[in-house]
């Protein structure tokens, strides 16, 4: 097994996220944000997204980091909703036939929202999105499902669940 030195790593990143010439590489920011999550350094975590953000507003990636954070951490539901807003607008803006991005995005903070009326819409919305691009995909279907069963919408979750069978 290969030894994990999350540590060394987060200084290697710090020093790439530092350095004048590399400020920009958000990428950078991004994974050491990652790992910060890993150790469960929250504070850290949330800070290094922030950087990030700041450098390159548009990173689906570090949003989603963000908002990871927003509610598994600190749980607040309205600045995630809102981040939420900013991620799937940028979605459509440069991943608009990323259905596997859809599906992902609104599984995860799905399962993070603890119902959450204007998440698990968000939420339902993407994965609807998905399930538009790739009707044929009976994981995509069954999430829908789900969701739908989430949002008390029992009728139209059972009738996707046929149409996922």
Excluded at 11 to 19: C, E, F, K, P, R
Excluded at 74 to 92: F, H, M, P, Q, V
Aim: net charge neutral.
């Amino acid at each position: 097994m290969r030894s994990k030195d999350f540590k060394g790593a987060i200084d290697m990143l710090t020093t790439i996220a530092v350095n004048n010439k590399f400020s920009w590489f958000t990428p950078a920011e991004a994974e050491k944000a990652r790992l910060l999550l890993l150790l469960g350094e929250w504070e850290s975590a949330a800070e290094s997204t922030n950087r990030a953000l700041q450098i390159d507003p548009n990173s689906v990636e570090v949003l989603s980091l963000s908002i990871l954070v927003l509610l598994a951490k600190d749980s607040k539901y309205s600045a995630a909703s809102t981040r939420l807003g900013e991620l799937i607008d940028l979605i459509n803006e440069t991943e608009p036939h990323n259905a596997r991005l859809c599906h992902d995005t609104a599984a995860l903070f799905c399962r993070l929202c603890a119902r959450n009326g204007p998440i698990l819409a968000q939420c339902l919305a993407l994965i609807t999105k998905a399930t538009q691009i790739e009707p044929r995909n009976s994981v995509f279907m069954t999430e829908l499902a789900y969701q739908r069963t989430l949002a008390t919408d029992y009728r139209a979750a059972l009738d996707t669940y046929a149409k996922a069978c």
